[in-house]
């Protein structure tokens, strides 16, 4: 069975970008199971996307720990833990990055003998914001497969961005098939996983989600300005935490970086986040130059408090 996971942030298409791969496996005569992984709003916050593909049937579910493709469209999410990108890589996953860093200096940092590819993209100031990325890396993974043709790509391109313009669609495909050519020489690399029988699977632990009443939930908003009124909070699944022992107290960074406008300055002059207005998107542990913003598992973050409570 071939396992691939995308990680990107949201808005950069990861979860087209799995299912055009998925498509143009499935067109090819796979099953295939294709799911992204995220929260409710993660504009900027990392997500993931899974594709499994096999010419029998899947019988895996969940996510995937083992992955023999891993495709990374914003390299800032690699240094962060919370983003789970080199989670259960092994010697045979290929690690692909969309990066303005070589292969040579990614496998230094990691220290990992994995292959190492760089996504073949225009040089952009701010990789992030590429337009189309979604669709280069599934064009990049779909060659490194070995198992999906050009036709094949081209028509999971239009088959999945069958709503848009015409124009943006005939983009798309472009994208993508200069990243298949791109990829040309690593034409299957990929080595197809070993199954994993269900003594190897982990047990998925319970979460506990706060609820709110349904008229919170649900609200009719006649008024304009409400969005104070929204707890974005409630949606976090990570919590960034401030380190203020390592904390340089320029807050214009983390400040200026958090999309949601979450991190004031208190009298001192050091950040504070407003969680109930934080959604956990981690970019201010990406931003942060000491690495002074670490993330923790809402669930960890909660059983803390409640711990520092009791104290
Ligand atoms: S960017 Fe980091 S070091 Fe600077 S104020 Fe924010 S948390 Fe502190
Ligand atoms: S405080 Fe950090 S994690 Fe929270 S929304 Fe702002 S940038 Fe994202």
Avoid at 114 to 127: A, C, G, N, Q, V
Avoid at 174 to 201: C, N, R, S
Avoid at 236 to 257: H, L, Q, V
Wanted: charged letters at 20%; one cysteine or more; hydrophobic letters at 40%.
């Amino acid at each position: 069975m071939y396992r691939f996971r995308f990680h990107g942030r949201g808005g950069q298409g990861m979860k087209t970008a799995g299912r055009i791969l998925g498509t143009a496996l499935f067109l090819e005569g796979y099953n295939v199971q294709d799911a992204p992984r995220y929260g409710a709003e993660r504009r900027g916050a990392p997500i993931t996307a899974y594709v499994r593909a096999d010419k029998t049937a899947i019988n895996e579910r969940g996510i995937i720990i083992n992955p023999d493709l891993i495709v990374v469209a914003d390299d800032s999410l690699i240094p962060m833990p919370a983003a789970g990108v080199t989670q259960g890589i092994g010697p045979d996953t290929v690690l692909l990055i969309n990066s303005g860093i070589a292969d040579e200096e990614w496998r230094r940092r990691l220290n990992i003998s994995s292959r190492i590819l760089i996504l073949p993209t225009e040089d952009y100031e701010d990789r992030s914001q590429q337009p189309y990325i979604g669709t280069v890396c599934a064009g990049a993974a779909a060659r490194l497969c070995g198992i999906v043709t050009l036709e094949t790509l081209r028509a999971a391109v239009r088959q999945e961005l069958g709503l848009f313009d015409e124009n943006i669609i005939a983009e798309n495909i472009e994208k993508a098939v200069l990243a298949y050519d791109f990829m040309a020489p690593h034409e299957g690399l990929l080595i197809e996983g070993k199954e994993v029988t269900a003594v190897d699977y982990v047990r998925p632990g319970w979460v506990d989600i706060p609820i709110e009443d349904a008229l919170i939930s649900s609200p009719a908003i006649h008024g304009a300005a409400t969005s104070v009124q929204v707890l974005t909070g409630l949606w976090r699944t990570m919590r960034p935490i401030i380190d203020y022992e390592n904390c340089n107290k320029c807050a214009w960074i983390c400040g200026s970086f958090c999309p949601d406008n979450a991190i004031t300055t208190d009298d001192r002059g050091y950040p504070a986040i407003d969680y109930d207005h934080c959604k956990g998107c981690l970019i201010c542990v990406a931003q942060c130059p000491p690495h002074a913003i670490s993330a923790l598992p809402e669930a960890s973050a909660a059983k803390r408090d409640q711990l520092e409570y009791a104290v």
